[in-house]
């Protein structure tokens, strides 16, 4: 299993930035493509971006030009730059792991808030 630890989130006024940081420790033979899902009250949980192990990234239409997910592979680490953040971001930010095989691995999340 992977181990996931997410940090960076906070409150932020519209138009701020914020930048998220997903550290992967555990069985790190199992981390392949990595990415960012949120949740926010009374909402289901909704992709935000995805990135490969060689860097192709892919984006929700609702972030895209907005928001940018990169890795560190030699650190076990992705990062979201959040940039011109809207009071509809707020959410709970989960990283999140899928390996070549089994379950996926999930983080605890961290709150984004972001104020009008």
């Known amino acids: 299993q992977v181990q996931l630890v997410e940090s960076g989130g906070g409150l932020v006024q519209a138009g701020g930035s914020l930048r998220l940081s997903c550290a992967a420790s555990g069985s790190i033979f199992r981390i392949n493509t990595m990415g960012w899902y949120r949740q926010a009250p009374g909402k289901q949980r909704e992709l935000v971006a995805t990135i490969t192990r060689g860097g192709v990234t892919n984006y929700s239409n609702f972030v895209k030009g907005r928001f940018t997910i990169s890795r560190d592979n030699a650190n076990n680490t992705v990062y979201l730059q959040m940039n011109s953040l809207r009071p509809e971001d707020t959410a709970v930010y989960y990283c999140?792991?899928?390996?070549?095989?089994?379950?996926?691995?999930w983080g605890q999340g961290t709150q984004v808030t972001v104020s009008s």
């Open positions: 999140y792991n899928r390996p070549a095989w089994g379950d996926d691995d």
